[in-house]
């Protein structure tokens, strides 16, 4: 059975200090254990994975996860932190392909790829984004351009590393602005990814993988979202800054 994954992504939000009390508080509202085959992942600035690693300690259900990668694996590239160096720090997790990352720093498909494949390799299990903007599901070819978006990131993979990538998708209309997609409009794109995987991989493959939604999910809406049948649990943006909220999605996993 595919795992429930509840993944905050805290963006570029909290000091120190903020980033180890939300951490504890989050931990201590676990403390009787997550909804069976849940998973957490706290995915923190880069200054903040160490210490936040180190207040979870050794769990199987609560974990710490990168926000992004590089695109080479070492050398010289100012301000950019490797797949490899996340592994060697025992980071096991890393978004790649956030819509902010495609939208402001220059993450071509191409890009992600690569991300994907090193991150991969580096033995971290990358969390990989798609999604369209409000344009494109204006237009009615959102399919299209998430399928374009899965093809050139993740199909090319053999079927051993697929089943070690985990997808969200997250429409951009919806990150941020509080305009959540439907739970209806989260299952459809859920089961056309999922029918993507199953041409290429085989059905036993497809359903191994879990899809995650984000774009404003919040403990209010989680749960008709999650008790779709593609939606396997959420990546969360805004509603994990604030523990009790971010606990109340976990809840509804
Ligand atoms: C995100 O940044 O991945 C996200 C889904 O943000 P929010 O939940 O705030 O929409």
Redesign the pocket.
Known sequence: MRKKIIAG?W?MNKTLSEARALCTEIQSGLAGGLPENTISILCVPGLYLLPVKELIGNTSSLFVGAQNSAAFTDGAFTGETSATQLAAASIPYV?IG???RRSLFGDTDEVIKTKIDLALEAGITPIF?CGEPKEIREAGTHESLVKSQVEAAILHLDASSIKKVVI?Y?PVW????GLTASSQQAQDMHAFIRSLLLKVYGKETADSISILY????KASNAKELFEMPDVDG???????LQAAEFLGIIQCA
């Open positions: 992504n963006k978004i956030h819509s902010e984004c969200a997250e919806a990150i941020g602005t984000g774009g404003s999910v959420g990546l969360v943006g805004g509603a994990s």
